[in-house]
């Protein structure tokens, strides 16, 4: 959240992070490219991610991913895609890590909700883990996909209550 100040980006967070009652599967909705940047400084524990495989090729971005062991998805392969989101729940049931996700599967390109990929929910399903929903809202004006600048603004970052999927 530091380094979104220091960009003009003020974020306020809406709801608090469960403590001591996870690991959970975070999901969050996909507006921007400084979503990675606003949401995991939230998470308290351990954590990791499920990340487009090419973002592992960004120099220092991709060094920070492999730093939290973040989980290569490659996402129009269908078997190397399931493969990855059985590596992500052996690191939420083996390890208990937290594991985020964006369930878009890449940025919008019109601000607006696009449909949900079903990986995250079947990994949740498959461990028995809670979804955590995380709602944040206004950076797409800050830094849409098609823009290459990041313009001060705003941002609201809500942290919903956990959803119980065992029984499903």
């Known amino acids: 959240h530091i380094v979104m100040f220091c960009m003009g980006v003020r ?6 992070f469960p403590n001591k009652k996870g690991p959970f ?3 969050s909705n996909h507006g921007s490219f400084i979503d ?12 990791t991610a499920i990340v487009a495989a090419k973002n592992l090729k960004i120099p220092l971005f991709g060094s920070l991913l492999k730093k939290i062991k973040a989980v290569p998805i490659i996402r129009d392969n269908k078997e190397a ?5 059985k590596l992500a729940e052996k690191v939420i049931h083996e390890d208990k890590y937290h594991m ?3 369930p878009e599967e890449t940025r919008t390109l019109d ?10 929910f079947h990994m949740a399903v498959n461990t028995k883990t809670k979804i955590l929903p995380v709602i944040v809202k206004g950076l797409y004006n800050i830094k849409p996909r098609n823009r290459w600048t990041i313009q001060p603004g705003e941002a609201t970052m809500i942290i919903k209550s956990p959803i119980d999927v065992a029984n499903k």
């Open 25 to 27: 599967v975070i999901m």
């Open 100 to 102: 985020f996700i964006l």
């Open 111 to 120: 601000g607006k909700l696009q449909k949900f990929k079903k990986g995250g």
């Open 36 to 47: 990675v940047f606003v949401v995991p400084p939230s998470i308290q524990g351990k954590f």
């Open 81 to 85: 895609a399931m493969q990855s989101i």
């Open 11 to 16: 974020i306020n967070i809406k709801g608090e």
